[in-house]
């Protein structure tokens, strides 16, 4: 419908913010965008590509909520980017008319998080979950119960700094539905994870894999395709796969309200949504991809990546009313005292 307005609508010229020209400014999730096809875009373009990390969903937006951030493009996972759209914190790119979008495999086009396709296109998308080191562990990894209610793993646990995922693994282990507003079944996600503080060591989202891989802790709350690079690394990990279901994340490139360089934040995403530069990046962050990509040149298989292939359920994190969010927060906050 919006497609078939535009073309029956005389366009206006209008005023557009000022470009810095060749420069581009993305804050990602670390080590998520490989290096070669930054280098590929810059030498193609003549764009100047600067890249900062981020560790965390609540760390991107409030870098966006401070405003004037310098940032041209972000990869926030889906929730955030309906939080940052409802906020106001997003340009409208117009997603549904790039090539990008025709690359998306149509489950991801028309969601819940930016249902008229205008502020983002998928980059990746993957399970939140735990890892465990199996030379510190050999018990089993089929349910939560191992991370949250642990026996041989007492003592040995890190979790993620950040309430987003691990809430949202303990509701699941619950049954308590994600962004209810319900303050006593909120209560029993903390009982349960105050009842677990003890047995966990520490509560950081950086440096995971050498905690891991090290054997510095033998569990670790993680994500599928990380866990499947430490394996390749040679380190003896092993992703869970929980009867009671895994958090889903699908991570989408959008552009900041009031970005200097909207055009060249349009242009990387065209770039990286093609079949050759998705594939490239697929098998760098060994995440599964959204667009459409080379099979026969694809590295990862179910028989090789089972991390990216979870036979258990898999449901995604949605975004929350102030109300459950509060008490999300609360939560977190009260654990961590």
Same mark, same amino acid.
């Given at each position: 419908?919006?497609?078939?307005?535009?073309?029956?609508?005389?366009?206006?010229?209008?005023?557009?913010?000022?470009?810095?020209?060749?420069?581009?400014?993305?804050?990602?999730?670390?080590?998520?965008?490989?290096?070669?096809?930054?280098?590929?875009?810059?030498?193609?373009?003549?764009?100047?590509?600067?890249?900062?990390?981020?560790?965390?969903?609540?760390?991107?937006?409030?870098?966006?909520?401070?405003?004037?951030?310098?940032?041209?493009?972000?990869?926030?996972?889906?929730?955030?980017?309906?939080?940052?759209?409802?906020?106001?914190?997003?340009?409208?790119?117009?997603?549904?008319?790039?090539?990008?979008?025709?690359?998306?495999?149509?489950?991801?086009?028309?969601?819940?998080?930016?249902?008229?396709?205008?502020?983002?296109?998928?980059?990746?998308?993957?399970?939140?979950?735990?890892?465990?080191?199996?030379?510190?562990?050999?018990?089993? !990894?089929?349910?939560? /119960?191992?991370?949250? $209610?642990?026996?041989?793993?007492? %003592?040995?646990? #890190?979790?993620? =700094?950040?309430? *987003?995922?691990?809430?949202?693994?303990?509701?699941?282990?619950?049954?308590?539905?994600?962004?209810?507003?319900?303050?006593?079944?909120?209560?029993?996600?903390?009982?349960?994870?105050?009842?677990?503080?003890?047995?966990? !060591?520490?509560?950081? /989202?950086?440096?995971? $894999?050498?905690?891991?891989?090290? %054997?510095?802790? #033998?569990?670790? =709350?993680?994500? *599928?395709?990380?866990?499947?690079?430490?394996?390749?690394?040679?380190?003896?990990?092993?992703?869970?796969?929980?009867?009671?279901?895994?958090?889903?994340?699908?991570?989408?490139?959008?552009?900041?309200?009031?970005?200097?360089?909207?055009?060249?934040?349009?242009?990387?995403?065209?770039?990286?949504?093609?079949?050759?530069? #998705?594939?490239?990046?697929?098998?760098?962050?060994?995440?599964?991809?959204?667009?459409?990509?080379?099979?026969?040149?694809?590295?990862?298989?179910?028989?090789?990546?089972?991390?990216?292939?979870?036979?258990?359920?898999?449901?995604?994190?949605?975004?929350?009313?102030?109300?459950?969010?509060?008490?999300?927060?609360?939560?977190?906050?009260?654990?961590?005292?």
């Amino acid at each position: 419908m919006k497609k078939l307005l535009l073309a029956t609508t005389l366009i206006l010229p209008v005023a557009l913010p000022a470009a810095a020209e060749g420069e581009l400014n993305i804050y990602a999730w670390a080590d998520s965008i490989s290096p070669d096809l930054i280098a590929k875009f810059s030498e193609e373009t003549g764009i100047e590509v600067n890249v900062d990390s981020f560790s965390s969903n609540e760390d991107a937006l409030t870098k966006l909520q401070a405003g004037s951030s310098g940032y041209d493009l972000v990869t926030p996972s889906q929730h955030f980017v309906k939080i940052m759209a409802d906020e106001g914190l997003l340009e409208d790119i117009d997603a549904y008319e790039l090539d990008a979008y025709d690359q998306l495999d149509e489950r991801w086009q028309g969601q819940w998080w930016d249902p008229e396709n205008d502020y983002s296109i998928p980059l990746a998308y993957g399970t939140a979950g735990f890892s465990v080191n199996r030379d510190k562990y050999d018990g089993p !990894v089929d349910s939560w /119960s191992v991370l949250f $209610e642990p026996t041989d793993l007492a %003592g040995s646990i #890190a979790l993620l =700094f950040y309430p *987003d995922e691990v809430v949202s693994a303990a509701q699941l282990y619950l049954g308590v539905e994600y962004c209810t507003e319900d303050k006593a079944e909120m209560k029993k996600v903390y009982d349960l994870l105050m009842e677990q503080k003890p047995s966990v !060591v520490a509560y950081t /989202s950086d440096n995971i $894999e050498n905690r891991l891989g090290s %054997g510095e802790v #033998a569990a670790h =709350f993680w994500w *599928d395709g990380n866990t499947l690079r430490l394996r390749n690394s040679g380190a003896n990990v092993e992703y869970a796969a929980p009867k009671e279901g895994l958090v889903g994340w699908l991570d989408s490139f959008v552009v900041p309200a009031g970005a200097a360089n909207v055009d060249n934040a349009k242009a990387f995403i065209e770039f990286m949504s093609t079949v050759e530069n #998705a594939t490239e990046q697929n098998n760098y962050y060994a995440h599964s991809a959204p667009v459409e990509i080379d099979e026969s040149k694809a590295l990862y298989t179910k028989e090789n990546a089972p991390e990216l292939f979870p036979d258990v359920p898999v449901v995604f994190a949605q975004a929350c009313s102030p109300a459950a969010q509060d008490l999300v927060t609360k939560v977190w906050t009260d654990l961590l005292q």
